[in-house]
């Protein structure tokens, strides 16, 4: 269930505008990283629309953990 939800997040992110020409290369002082563990998915499916600028419905059945590193 796990992967079919990421599959789903990350075919609809596939789909969103093309940002790439509007990122600019950050310097070396600038880079982020990001490592989430035992992130709860609903979490992580709030995080993608809220930086995607899209709605996501999420079912209340959705639960478990996902490592996005």
Known sequence: MRKLVISCLLAGLMGTTDVSAAVQP???????????????????INMVAHITGKNILIGQNVQGTVDFV
């Open 26 to 44: 950050a310097e070396d002082s600038e880079i982020v990283k990001i490592n989430f563990k035992n992130l709860k998915i609903v979490d992580f």
